[in-house]
């Protein structure tokens, strides 16, 4: 029987408040409007960037279904809906791509001027209900519900054989690290990287990296468990700064005939951002800004670290078109160009979600992934 054109009832887990755990809710999702599509979710990765929503340093309207990581099938579309139909496998797009924006027309960036972190679908309104209140929506995607409605421009259709528990990854965190090393960095055959930072996003970095062929890849921690999943996915070596008595930059310095070509800061502290910087290469350096800061904080830096000729840059999701290089991303997957079986070290169903955010707390996890 359809449920095209009807609410559907079904679980979420909401975020009622910062600090408190996600709680399991039956909620009702709207259908779509002209230029909506409804989505059966199938699978969702864990990512960090949900965890900053739950510690208050990511600021969204509150209560939320959050979730950004995510695939599943389409249920249903709104009026007008072109590039997507009932039954197409899909990945929400938390960077949408609306095509006709001043950066959508940039031949180089991203970050399309419709993306919304304002806890509502474009026009200004929410599809979800739970006890009679309105449920904001999360970086245009919240997957963290059986069902959710995205906008047409945040959600790509990708190749209808792919296994949407390993391809749900590419919708943020597989995406975000290997994009800032072959696409935002650029790194080039035979240099040197140092990546800070082995999360999920981390490692994909070094994914990036080795896939770019450089010669070096530094990888550098504090958890020195997360190592051996680094060299397995292309680390040449692995050094924690709590080993050595001066600042980690310096060490990586002196590995490097005065610093690494490309570097990365993947943990999202401004103190790992200012040792990322300093420790490419005064001369030649491009260090990469690929975590989210803390809010509302500054980082004080000496101009003349930039004057000598180092770069320092940042993208969000890898500096990628969303729409268009999702399903591409996907069918390199297929093609065995990149792994993302090594990523996932979890899976769990959905209702074990707080289950699920306490293993990545304890860095005990590199993805987890829930499935419906």
Same mark, same amino acid.
């Given at each position: 029987?359809?449920?095209?054109?009807?609410?559907?009832?079904?679980?979420?887990?909401?975020?009622?408040? =910062?600090?408190?755990?996600?709680?399991?809710?039956?909620?009702?999702?709207?259908?779509?409007?002209?230029?909506?599509? %409804?989505?059966?979710?199938?699978?969702?990765?864990?990512?960090?960037?949900?965890?900053?929503?739950?510690?208050?340093?990511?600021? #969204?309207?509150?209560?939320?279904?959050?979730?950004?990581?995510?695939?599943?099938?389409?249920?249903?579309?709104?009026?007008?809906?072109?590039?997507?139909?009932?039954?197409?496998?899909?990945?929400?797009?938390?960077?949408?791509?609306?095509?006709?924006? %001043?950066?959508?027309?940039?031949?180089?960036?991203?970050?399309?001027?419709?993306?919304?972190?304002?806890? =509502?679908?474009?026009?200004? #309104?929410?599809?979800?209900?739970?006890?009679?209140?309105?449920?904001?929506?999360?970086?245009?995607?919240? #997957?963290?519900?059986? /069902? =959710?409605?995205?906008?047409?421009?945040?959600?790509?259709?990708?190749?209808?054989?792919?296994?949407?528990?390993?391809?749900?990854? *590419?919708?943020?965190?597989? =995406? #975000?690290? /290997?994009?800032?090393?072959?696409?935002?960095?650029?790194?080039?055959?035979?240099?040197?990287?140092?990546?800070?930072?082995?999360?999920?996003?981390?490692?994909?970095?070094?994914?990036?990296?080795?896939?770019?062929?450089?010669?070096?890849?530094?990888?550098?921690? *504090?958890?020195?468990?997360?190592?051996?999943?680094?060299?397995?996915?292309?680390?040449?070596?692995?050094?924690?700064?709590?080993? /050595?008595?001066?600042?980690?930059?310096?060490?990586?310095?002196?590995?490097?005939?005065?610093?690494?070509? $490309?570097? $990365?800061?993947?943990?999202?502290?401004?103190?790992?951002?200012?040792?990322?910087?300093?420790?490419?290469?005064?001369?030649?350096?491009?260090?990469?800004?690929?975590?989210?800061?803390?809010?509302?904080?500054?980082?004080?830096?000496?101009?003349?670290?930039?004057?000598?000729?180092?770069?320092?840059?940042?993208?969000?999701?890898?500096? /990628?078109?969303?729409?268009?290089?999702?399903?591409?991303?996907?069918?390199?997957?297929?093609?065995?160009? $990149?792994?993302?079986?090594?990523?996932?070290?979890?899976?769990?169903?959905?209702?074990?979600?707080?289950?699920?955010?306490?293993?990545? %707390?304890?860095?005990?996890?590199?993805?987890?992934?829930?499935?419906?």
């Amino acid at each position: 029987m359809s449920t095209a054109g009807k609410v559907i009832k079904c679980k979420a887990a909401v975020l009622w408040e =910062t600090h408190k755990p996600f709680s399991i809710e039956d909620i009702e999702v709207a259908p779509p409007k002209a230029h909506e599509v %409804r989505i059966k979710m199938v699978a969702t990765g864990i990512c960090r960037s949900d965890d900053h929503v739950v510690s208050g340093n990511l600021v #969204t309207p509150l209560p939320s279904v959050l979730g950004h990581e995510g695939a599943g099938i389409v249920e249903s579309v709104g009026e007008g809906v072109t590039s997507v139909k009932p039954g197409d496998k899909v990945i929400p797009l938390f960077s949408p791509q609306c095509g006709k924006c %001043r950066i959508c027309k940039h031949p180089e960036k991203n970050l399309c001027t419709k993306s919304k972190v304002t806890g =509502t679908l474009l026009d200004g #309104t929410c599809r979800f209900t739970c006890k009679g209140k309105s449920i904001h929506h999360f970086s245009n995607t919240s #997957t963290f519900s059986q /069902y =959710t409605v995205v906008d047409e421009i945040a959600v790509a259709k990708i190749d209808g054989a792919s296994p949407l528990e390993k391809v749900c990854l *590419i919708g943020c965190g597989f =995406t #975000t690290g /290997y994009g800032s090393a072959v696409n935002v960095a650029k790194v080039t055959p035979g240099s040197s990287c140092a990546v800070f930072g082995l999360g999920g996003v981390g490692l994909s970095v070094v994914i990036g990296c080795k896939t770019a062929g450089a010669a070096r890849i530094i990888a550098v921690d *504090i958890n020195k468990d997360k190592f051996a999943k680094a060299k397995e996915l292309g680390a040449t070596e692995c050094i924690n700064p709590l080993d /050595y008595n001066k600042p980690i930059e310096e060490v990586l310095q002196e590995m490097t005939d005065g610093g690494v070509d $490309f570097s $990365f800061e993947v943990i999202g502290r401004l103190d790992t951002m200012n040792s990322a910087l300093l420790s490419c290469h005064a001369a030649c350096g491009v260090s990469v800004i690929v975590g989210v800061p803390p809010n509302a904080q500054s980082l004080s830096v000496n101009p003349m670290l930039l004057l000598l000729g180092r770069t320092w840059k940042g993208a969000i999701f890898g500096g /990628y078109k969303s729409k268009d290089e999702v399903p591409k991303l996907v069918t390199d997957f297929m093609a065995k160009k $990149f792994p993302l079986e090594p990523l996932i070290t979890h899976v769990l169903p959905f209702e074990k979600i707080n289950e699920a955010f306490d293993l990545l %707390r304890a860095g005990k996890s590199i993805r987890t992934i829930l499935t419906f």
